[in-house]
């Protein structure tokens, strides 16, 4: 089965070649931001320009916590809140380190005090750990922690290429909402030197690695938009390349994000994987959606596609199948994949 497949990455992993990466599956990106002295990981900004300039979506970042009060985990979601500045990604806490076990009730109130600060910014927030913590110490509160999971469980210890596919037999049951699996710990993708976790996610992935400009508004660009298809004559390894550096090459491919106020501004790929950056001057055309009929398209109904949505759930919001909606939206090809912002025909 085909899944939306990513890395986690912290200091850990040295200098990351994101290009190679996405080039070789890697569909998303997670990134440690903080460390445990309160300062941001050595390697964060450089994965964020990275992943931005490779196309590669960065759907959150991770505080491995050591909180053991309520005051504590405020302080520090806070910290992360002033290292993101503007950015607005998913923010999760990685809650295994012993020291929090045995916590009782006073740990569901470190996730749910450290939640309420990164949401009460905008940010969306989540919980990571592994599945036997998750059963001993989370598990025995299913009612007082309303936040989804990201959960770790390895079904080999042998190192893993990112094109092999976990076995779902081991994919994590919990009482929670699950939102990505981290299968496994020893995972080997081009560009990064040693191992790295592996991971699958379940929900829409950020198409943005979003900053906001000086009136607090996210800059768009509206000549042409998100999962439109283009053809292109030319293209560039970078939204900053001048023309120059023009890859003057015949390509096709989906637009995956938008960097506006930049030299090339879309960021174009296939099943995921970025080929490039371009231009309005570059785009030769667009291969727009089967003509309808102009009475059934008054009839269509459009769903915007939101973080944390599947196929899945769109289809039983509307009382359709995933098969019909994709039946009706020829750009989407996995039904695993589908992007925030992304505009599905449901009807």
Not at 163 to 191: C, M, T
């Amino acid at each position: 089965m085909s899944t939306i497949k990513g890395v986690d990455v912290s200091s850990y992993q040295g200098t990351v070649d994101w290009a190679k990466a996405s080039a070789d599956g890697v569909t998303f990106a997670i990134l440690k931001v903080i460390r445990k002295d309160l300062n941001p990981d050595k390697q964060f900004e450089n994965n964020w320009a990275g992943c931005t300039e490779a196309g590669v979506p960065v759907q959150g970042v991770y505080n491995y916590s050591y909180a053991t009060t309520v005051e504590k985990a405020k302080s520090d979601a806070q910290k992360v809140l002033e290292i993101l500045g503007s950015r607005k990604p998913m923010v999760w806490l990685d809650v295994e380190d012993s020291t929090l076990k045995d916590l009782g009730q006073l740990l569901v109130n470190i996730i749910n005090e450290y939640g309420a600060v990164i949401t009460a910014a905008g940010l969306k927030f989540g919980m990571y750990t592994g599945l036997n913590f998750y059963k001993t110490y989370i598990k025995p509160y299913p009612d007082q922690i309303d936040y989804p999971f990201w959960i770790a469980r390895y079904p080999v210890s042998t190192t893993m290429p990112i094109s092999a596919d976990p076995s779902d037999s081991y994919r994590p049951a919990i009482d929670h909402e699950l939102w990505g699996w981290q299968y496994s710990s020893k995972g080997s993708v081009a560009g990064v030197s040693g191992n790295v976790d592996l991971d699958e996610l379940y929900v829409a992935v950020e198409t943005e690695n979003v900053v906001e400009s000086e009136t607090g508004e996210a800059e768009v660009a509206t000549a042409h938009s998100v999962g439109e298809q283009i053809t292109v004559s030319s293209y560039y390894a970078s939204s900053t390349d001048d023309i120059e550096k023009a890859i003057i090459k015949n390509s096709s491919g989906t637009i995956m994000r938008i960097k506006a106020g930049t030299h090339n501004p879309y960021c174009f790929g296939k099943n995921g994987v970025a080929i490039g950056w371009c231009n309005d001057g570059d785009i030769r055309s667009t291969d727009a959606e089967e003509a309808v009929s102009e009475t059934a398209e008054k009839e269509a109904e459009y769903y915007t596609v939101k973080s944390g949505d599947t196929l899945s759930k769109i289809a039983k919001a509307y009382n359709t199948t995933v098969d019909a909606i994709m039946a009706l939206n020829s750009k989407i090809t996995n039904k695993n994949l589908i992007y925030v912002g992304q505009n599905v025909r449901v009807k």
